[in-house]
């Protein structure tokens, strides 16, 4: 079975920063890609950045130059470096993986359980 873990997530606040974490277990056969997604109250659930198995990221264009997403294939985890954090990035983030779990089956996607992100004074 496979699980995502993450860590990092609490209370900063403003012009702060934050680190998340998240790692990938299980039987896993090759991981596509791998990323952060986030959902504030009331709202729909975004895509904050990724990063594939060759290294290529895309980013929100409302993170871009505050966030940076890194990935250790070897380990099977992402993490992503938050800084200049604003109240607007208050969420719970997601860590997000596109894989494959036997060579000749289909790319799924799998989700952590979210970690709380809030940015306050």
């Known amino acids: 079975q496979v699980q995502l873990v993450e860590t990092g997530g609490g209370l900063v606040q403003p012009g702060g920063s934050l680190r998340l974490s998240c790692a990938a277990s299980?039987?896993?056969?090759?991981?596509?890609?791998m990323g952060w997604y986030r959902q504030a109250p009331g709202k729909q659930r975004e895509l904050v950045a990724a990063v594939t198995s060759g290294g290529s990221t895309n980013y929100a264009d409302s993170v871009k130059d505050r966030f940076t997403i890194s990935r250790d294939n070897a380990k099977n985890t992402v993490s992503l470096q938050m800084s200049s954090l604003k109240p607007e990035d208050t969420a719970v983030y997601y860590c997000n993986m596109r894989a494959r779990l036997r060579a000749w089956g289909r790319i799924d996607e799998y989700w952590g359980q979210g970690t709380q992100v809030t940015v306050s004074s």
């Open positions: 299980g039987s896993i056969f090759s991981i596509n890609a």
